[in-house]
């Protein structure tokens, strides 16, 4: 297990060195779990009543954030809206600045995503395979094209009870590509504007867009594939932070409440190693550019 995480023992993130950044973004793009331990989210006082599950609207999956418009969606009627916003506000602050330090590199190419509260259990929640994320996936979404950007997530498990948020990390993206690419239909640039004329996706869905959503819905319906992986199982303790390339790394949420989550795009330029992005490695595949 060890080998899909690369760990940093700081508390603090002025002690992070030259040295441990290097190795950092090195690790992070060749894509293993970049896991502070001992690096948490603390709550503060006001913030305690933020812990329950009634904070959510039961229509929505997560309440979510929009930092630089500052609006936020999914929270319950009875939730206390400046404390949330506050919170949320806060953690996207958290983690621009653990990004800021640990990977300098991308300071000036890094674009703000939603920031996400998920205070329901993931385990035993009904949904469709689809949206199933307690099934091994890479992370696409249908409705945004990202047009080939990185999707790089920041979590922290801030469960009050000791839970552990448990992750299930699946083959590397190679073999997920090798696997599932043969049986994924060309892209039909046709549909992706009629879905875009429809308002089903927000923009045009490009070549990438369709390749990547592909490989997340065929991963996880295909339930040979979900039983036979070989699993690496990481457990995340409450005041630990993680940071992932989630268009990646092959994971699922198979337990825990309460989790905060910060989205942010990259493009593949800004990456140390370009050639390790599913961009370029689904162009190496198709042998012609997607995006
Ligand atoms: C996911 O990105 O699939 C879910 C991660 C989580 O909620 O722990
Ligand atoms: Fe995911």
């Known amino acids: 297990m060890e080998e899909r995480l690369h760990t940093i023992n700081t508390v603090d993130l002025m002690d992070v060195n030259a040295v441990s950044k290097q190795q950092a973004i090195t690790a992070l ?3 293993k779990v970049m896991h502070l331990p001992c690096y948490g989210f ?3 006082q006001k913030e305690q009543l933020l812990l329950c599950e009634s904070m959510l609207n039961p229509k929505y999956k997560n309440i979510s954030y929009d930092y630089q418009q500052q609006y936020l969606a999914g929270y319950a009627t009875r939730a206390p809206i400046p404390i949330l916003q506050a919170f949320m506000h806060r953690f996207a602050e958290f983690s621009k600045q653990l990004i800021d330090h640990v990977l300098p590199d991308y300071n000036q190419a890094l674009q703000w995503g939603r ?8 385990n035993g929640r009904k949904t469709s395979k689809r949206k199933d994320d307690t ?3 890479v992370d696409s979404f249908s409705a945004t094209p990202v047009n080939g950007l990185r999707i790089l997530r920041v979590f922290s498990n801030i469960n009050p009870q000791g839970e552990p948020r448990v992750w299930h990390v699946g083959e590397p993206f190679q073999k997920v590509l090798l696997t599932f690419a043969p049986t994924i239909p060309p892209y039909n640039p046709i549909r992706a504007k009629l879905l875009k004329w429809t ?3 927000k923009t045009l869905r490009s070549a990438y867009d369709h390749y990547m959503l592909q490989l997340h819905d065929r991963m996880k319906l295909d339930d040979h594939y979900q039983e036979q992986l ?4 990481i457990d995340f303790h409450p005041n630990s932070t993680w940071v992932v390339f989630t268009d990646h ?6 337990r825990g409440q309460y989790l905060l989550e910060q989205t942010f795009y990259l493009p593949v330029s800004a990456m140390q190693n370009p050639d390790l992005s599913p961009l370029k490695q689904w162009e190496k595949e198709k042998a012609c550019v997607l995006a």
């Open 135 to 137: 099934r091994i996936h």
């Open 199 to 201: 308002k089903i996706t």
């Open 42 to 44: 603390l709550l503060t």
């Open 29 to 31: 793009e060749s894509g």
């Open 249 to 254: 790394v092959s994971h699922a949420a198979i």
């Open 230 to 233: 070989n699993k690496h199982q």
């Open 115 to 122: 920031t996400s509260y998920r205070p329901a259990e993931i």
